[in-house]
């Protein structure tokens, strides 16, 4: 059974840092794509950022130089380093998994490789 639990979020000042945290177990995230996404109240989910089985990084224009994902296989952590948050970062993020190699963050903005994702940690930027 897989599941991913997502840690980390909070509230924090505009220009503030945090990292959020996904636990990952019944899944190899050394074999397969994992992401993150976030969905504002009254939004469309939002792809975030992947991290593919080759390593293959990809951002959203909105967080690129800002965001940095990474994974530790021993720990099968996925990680989110976010910095110089903005408000429009405020949203529930999500951490997802794809039973697939390959991926690109906009493959969650229509829904595809999200075979497996968590209940999510809230980021919340104030201005």
């Known amino acids: 059974q897989v599941q991913l639990v997502e840690s980390g979020g909070g509230s924090v000042q505009a220009g503030g840092s945090l990292t959020l945290s996904c636990a990952v177990s019944g899944y190899d995230i050394s074999t397969y794509c994992m992401g993150w996404f976030r969905q504002a109240p009254g939004k469309d989910r939002e792809g975030v950022a992947t991290i593919d089985s080759i390593g293959i990084l990809s951002y959203a224009d909105s967080v690129k130089g800002r965001f940095s994902i990474s994974k530790d296989n021993a720990k099968i952590t996925l990680y989110l380093q976010m910095s110089s948050l903005k408000p429009e970062d405020t949203a529930m993020y999500y951490c997802?998994?794809?039973?697939?190699?390959?991926?690109?963050?906009?493959?969650?903005?229509?829904?595809?490789?999200?075979?497996?994702w968590g209940q999510g940690t809230q980021v919340t930027v104030s201005s």
């Open positions: 997802a998994a794809a039973e697939q190699g390959l991926c690109h963050y906009s493959d969650y903005d229509s829904g595809r490789n999200l075979d497996y």
